[in-house]
T-cell receptor, first 115, second 112 residues
Framework: DTGVSQNPRHKITKRGQNVTFRCDPISEHNRLYWYRQTLGQGPEFLTY????????KSRLLSDRFSAERPKGSFSTLEIQRTEQGDSAMYLC?????????????FGQGTRLTVV | QKEVEQDPGPLSVPEGAIVSLNCTYS??????FMWYRQYSRKGPELLMY????GNKEDGRFTAQVDKSSKYISLFIRDSQPSDSATYLC????????????FGTGTRLLVSP
């Protein structure tokens, strides 16, 4: 499978615990995006990387959230001291900048439940 | 007020019907307009991508953009039960797919 891969698919954690999600983009893609989707809503932009540089962060990304993309390949999204309001689907997408019309491909998402 | 407004539905139609899905938006800087389909518990997949105003057709799907009215539409002809999904409109002011702003999604149910 050469699509965007996200792990784990599901994560249940207790409030106050830290969690980390991983995204493996399509191999030649240089842009990687994180979105959050809550029930009944569309995805909301969190942050994006071009290669290893984090170029923009949404105001939704509080100081409890941190994203990295070491070496410009896979990316991790960590949430510290989780809260019940963090329960959502976390989606990763990747694209190839510089190629007009190249779409952003989404992964299957990681569904986080904070209890 | 949200930047992108979309009727959440659900929209129920019989098989073979023509479906019209719509979004309105407030940010005049949006230039790139997309429609994504999302099945339950899956990631969104791109259906149509349009730059600026105009129409684009792909098989049973037609996307229309009217920037003067800040209104976009997706038409599905000869709808099939397999079209049952949530349809999300998305927009961007930047080149390509950077920082998409999504609507809430419209849930479509096509009955046999």
């Amino acid at each position: 499978d050469t699509g965007v891969s996200q792990n784990p698919r599901h994560k249940i954690t207790k409030r106050g615990q830290n969690v980390t999600f991983r995204c493996d983009p399509i191999s030649e893609h240089n842009r990687l995006y994180w979105y959050r989707q809550t029930l009944g809503q569309g995805p909301e932009f969190l942050t994006y990387f071009q290669n290893e540089a984090q170029l923009e962060k949404s105001r939704l990304l509080s100081d409890r959230f941190s994203a990295e993309r070491p070496k410009g390949s896979f990316s991790t999204l960590e949430i510290q001291r989780t809260e019940q309001g963090d329960s959502a689907m976390y989606l990763c997408a990747s694209s190839l900048v510089g190629h007009p019309g190249t779409e952003a491909f989404f992964g299957q998402g990681t569904r986080l439940t904070v209890v | 007020q949200k930047e992108v407004e979309q009727d959440p539905g659900p929209l129920s139609v019989p098989e073979g019907a023509i479906v019209s899905l719509n979004c309105t938006y407030s940010n005049s800087a949006f230039q790139y307009f997309m429609w994504y389909r999302q099945y339950s518990r899956k990631g969104p997949e791109l259906l149509m991508y349009t730059y600026s105003s105009g129409n684009k057709e792909d098989g049973r799907f037609t996307a229309q953009v009217d920037k003067s009215s800040k209104y976009i539409s997706l038409f599905i002809r000869d709808s099939q039960p397999s079209d049952s999904a949530t349809y999300l409109c998305a927009m961007s002011a930047d080149t390509g797919f950077q920082k998409l702003v999504f609507g809430t999604g419209t849930r479509l149910l096509v009955s046999p």
